[in-house]
């Protein structure tokens, strides 16, 4: 789900680990009514453990504590503490590398972070989360988090999401597979067989993705050990690499409005709809949320970042914070550190950008000329748009009985699907875990899509007035079509713009990520860890696989492989590296 910013509110310190962070956590607060500018405030009066302190002391940075110039050499910096960053750094910290992840705010997690005000615990961005059960090998933040000995409690989600949808369409996705399937089935009985064959294409991608051991695609031997030990399943991925969702479906499914459904589906995912949504993407996450199903961390989804900085600091590397790195250090073509916006400098063997690709090539590099993988990139796809969102503390009376956790609005017209505004995502957590709201309420976190185009030009009042009117428009419609009285229940209500989002997750624009500029060839454009730059990698949503939380901790674990076998920590075969990164760059200059 998509992955969004609000005005975010600076702790002071780290949680103390603990398999319940969030409700713990030791913040500043102090807004100054809806809407408000962002300024710090009082501490909290909860006193830090120890552990928090401890990490805080390492995570100086900018803001002191952090050591002399030219500190390293370090086996990788991370640039960025975002959930492919962290799960990059943890996964090499737990091989033995020592690791240094500089964050640029006050607390790691980016997208997936979280805030406190009131008594009220936010997510930061969705609180569906995927890759969180027990079983198979698509339990990546489960895998992550073990990784450096860290496990969460988790509540399971009955359901994904309830779509609401045009002509009064209503379809619940079950947490059962066979629930949801026959659920759909009664909403078109004509597709019957189109439905199940589309689906049952989706488990045999993800049944195959799920039997291998999920390693970097750039090396060479983990390749071959996999294809030898699982040729069908190998040979199926490669099958369905080139392809889109929307053609698949296409084959079996002729009802326009299932179609219509079947983009939506694809949209709460990757902001595009089913033509421009990878296959093998798609299927990861609607088989993921009936295998292992939808499980919420206890405490907020904030404590999935915690818990991974604490393992890592615990492993023997460094997490800093307030530390904003502008350059990425090359001698000779190659990168060799980064320097922070105070001059000082970090040294490492390799690099690792958790930023955009558009930040890292555009900021964070000074050469003059891009390489020519990243302007075919840019070639291939463009910044897909933001969010306006909003953080609201309710009464719980105004909830009906049985509310599910998430649910999609739109209403009338499905050409605005896409459109800015058109559909609305809703998360409301406390149905889960009520001990994100003070008792007798609930939690409710609204995002609809937004260009920064919409917010530029505006004076500090027009744009307040501005984030008023759109917000309330926005719960006027969700107030006539999912919770009458809404408007009057609200207790708290903080509204972020993209431009809230560019600053708060130094995100260019504010994007969500790379977004296709016509029909994809399914994920052959989708550029790699390895970038044209020696030592330098990028890891995140704008590398392969793509959105979501799943796909950049597959990142970050392919990421991590990769660097690990680069610096002499995994076996690799120089032979057939080199051969194998020209063939990879060849495919995606053809895509």
């Given at each position: 789900m998509p992955p969004l910013a609000t005005r975010v509110h600076a702790p002071v310190l780290l949680a103390p680990a603990s398999p319940r962070p969030a409700p713990r956590l030791c913040l500043a607060s102090g807004a100054r009514g809806v809407g408000g500018g962002f300024r710090r405030g009082a501490l909290a009066s909860e006193k830090p453990a120890a552990a928090a302190v401890a990490v805080a002391e390492k995570a100086g940075g900018e803001g002191g504590g952090g050591g002399g110039e030219g500190e390293g050499p370090y086996d990788a910096i991370v640039i960025g503490s975002g959930i492919g960053g962290l799960v990059a750094a943890t996964q090499l910290a737990a091989k033995g590398a020592r690791v240094l992840v500089l964050e640029k705010y006050l607390i790691p997690g980016g997208?997936?972070?979280?805030?406190?005000?009131?008594?009220?615990?936010?997510?930061?961005?969705?609180?569906?989360?995927?890759?969180?059960?027990?079983?198979?090998?698509?339990?990546?933040?489960?895998?992550?988090?073990?990784?450096?000995?860290?496990?969460?409690?988790?509540?399971?989600?009955?359901?994904?999401?309830?779509?609401?949808?045009?002509?009064?369409?209503?379809?619940?996705?079950h947490r059962k597979y066979e629930d949801f399937?026959?659920?759909?089935?009664?909403?078109?009985?004509?597709?019957?067989?189109?439905?199940?064959?589309?689906?049952?294409?989706?488990?045999?991608?993800?049944?195959?993705?799920?039997?291998?051991?999920?390693?970097?695609?750039?090396?060479?031997?983990?390749?071959?050990?996999?294809?030898?030990?699982?040729?069908?399943?190998?040979?199926?991925?490669?099958?369905?690499?080139?392809?889109?969702?929307?053609?698949?479906?296409?084959?079996?499914?002729?009802?326009?409005?299932?179609?219509?459904?079947?983009?939506?589906?694809?949209?709460?995912?990757?902001?595009?709809?089913?033509?421009?949504?990878?296959?093998?993407?798609?299927?990861?996450?609607?088989?993921?949320?009936?295998?292992?199903?939808?499980?919420?961390?206890?405490?907020?989804?904030?404590?999935i970042a915690i818990s991974l900085a604490d393992g890592l600091v615990e492993k023997g590397s460094e997490i800093r914070y307030k530390a904003n790195v502008t350059?990425?250090?090359?001698?000779?073509?190659?990168?060799?550190?980064?320097?922070?916006?105070?001059?000082?400098?970090?040294?490492?063997?390799?690099?690792?950008?958790?930023?955009?690709?558009?930040?890292?090539?555009?900021?964070?590099?000074?050469?003059?000329?891009l390489p020519e993988e990243e302007k075919n990139f840019q070639k291939n796809y463009v910044k897909a748009p933001s969010f306006l969102s909003i953080h609201m503390g309710v009464k719980a009376a105004v909830l009906p009985a049985g509310t599910d956790c998430h649910h999609f609005v739109l209403e009338d017209n499905w050409n605005n699907l896409e459109k800015s505004y058109g559909?609305?995502?809703?998360?409301?957590?406390?149905?889960?875990?009520?001990?994100?709201?003070?008792?007798?309420?609930?939690?409710?976190?609204?995002?609809?899509?937004?260009?920064?185009?919409?917010?530029?030009?505006?004076?500090?009042?027009?744009?307040?007035?501005?984030?008023?009117?759109?917000?309330?428009?926005?719960?006027r419609r969700l107030e006539k079509k999912l919770f009458p009285g809404l408007q009057d229940s609200i207790v708290l209500k903080e509204v972020g713009s993209p431009k809230t989002h560019r600053r708060f997750l130094a995100r260019n624009d504010g994007t969500y990520g790379p977004m296709p500029r016509g029909k994809p060839k399914g994920l052959l454009a989708m550029p790699f860890n390895t970038t044209s730059i020696d030592g330098l990698y990028c890891v995140g949503d704008s590398c392969f696989p793509g959105q979501g939380v799943i796909a950049v901790a597959f990142s970050g674990i392919m990421c991590a492989h990769r660097v690990a076998a680069d610096i002499g920590l995994e076996q690799k075969s120089p032979v057939l590296d080199a051969g194998l990164l020209g063939l990879l760059r060849w495919f995606r200059t053809l895509a």
């Open positions: 997208s997936s972070g979280y805030y406190r005000r009131d008594g009220f615990t936010f997510d930061v961005g969705s609180s569906v989360m995927f890759g969180f059960s027990d079983k198979g090998n698509l339990n990546l933040i489960t895998q992550a988090l073990e990784a450096v000995g860290r496990k969460m409690e988790v509540l399971p989600d009955p359901s994904t999401v309830h779509f609401h949808l045009p002509g009064d369409l209503s379809v619940l996705v399937i026959n659920e759909l089935i009664s909403k078109f009985p004509h597709e019957k067989e189109g439905i199940l064959k589309f689906y049952d294409t989706c488990w045999k991608i993800f049944n195959s993705l799920n039997s291998l051991e999920l390693k970097s695609l750039e090396e060479p031997l983990y390749l071959f050990g996999q294809f030898f030990q699982k040729p069908l399943e190998c040979l199926t991925l490669a099958y369905y690499l080139p392809q889109n969702a929307g053609d698949i479906a296409r084959k079996f499914i002729k009802d326009q409005e299932l179609l219509s459904f079947i983009d939506a589906e694809c949209f709460i995912v990757s902001t595009v709809n089913a033509l421009q949504t990878p296959m093998i993407n798609a299927s990861m996450v609607l088989c993921d949320r009936h295998f292992g199903g939808i499980n919420y961390p206890v405490g907020g989804v904030g404590g350059n990425v250090i090359l001698e000779n073509g190659k990168a060799v550190g980064v320097r922070l916006s105070n001059g000082k400098e970090f040294f490492a063997k390799t690099v690792i950008s958790n930023a955009t690709r558009w930040d890292t090539f555009g900021k964070l590099l000074k050469e003059k000329e559909s609305i995502f809703l998360s409301i957590p406390t149905v889960l875990d009520p001990s994100l709201a003070p008792e007798g309420h609930h939690i409710l976190h609204v995002f609809t899509t937004a260009g920064i185009e919409d917010w530029e030009g505006l004076s500090r009042k027009e744009y307040e007035e501005k984030k008023e009117a759109v917000a309330n428009e926005i719960i």
